[in-house]
């Protein structure tokens, strides 16, 4: 069973909401918000709660604004009554974005793209990561894309943002660094440093940094990224002999 949570601040939206799920024996609706600090309250209390649909327009904190915030290995789903936010809402990895009135057989696609259970219910230590030809919608300039995660080379920490470096140019998403480590295959990606993230297979080479005992990773694109001394012996473990 996915434990769910609806948040949005207009009453019979949830209910409307409610009425539609129930056509979904898997889901089970736990808890009801009509804001982002009641729905902050209820996912501290409630940590086994795995599924959030999410207002986008709210009173004080947007639906936008609370998914940033939301634990990794939350699946979150905005309902709005704009489509002007689609592109904001992709970039911050959400399972689907529908446009209210919802329409079941939209719901019901939103619901498919939902692993077989909740992270914790099953042997799931690998199901938050996302798979390599998973896509992002990323903007550059005026134009927007569709990204998948194999193409992108780095994740860069810049404020509240990260930037994400791709063959087509730079774009940036809205989450942090932490977040999107979380839903990286540690298989596919490595740590570099608390602000860079690098996909392991555009390593071309390992030079000396500049400070004592750290290092250079060489992309294929000729970006040269600082590896900590921290995870340094790390990443000349990954490219170790026999």
Partial sequence: MWKTLIVDDERLARSELKRLLQAHPNIEIVAEADSADSARDILAAQPDIALVFLDIQMPGCTGLELAAELRPNLFFVFCTAFDSYALDAFALNALDYLVKPIVPQRLAQSLSRLPAAPAGVSD???????????????????????VRLSEISRFESVGNHSAVYTPYGKSFV??????????LDPQQFFKASRADIIRISAITALEPGLAAGSMLAILQDGQQIDVSRRQVQQLKTLFGGF
């Fill in 174 to 183: 809205l989450s942090s660094l932490s977040r999107i480590e979380q839903r």
């Fill in 124 to 146: 799931t230590s690998q199901q938050s990561y996302l798979p390599d030809h998973h896509g992002l919608l990323l903007k550059f300039g005026e134009n927007s894309r569709i």
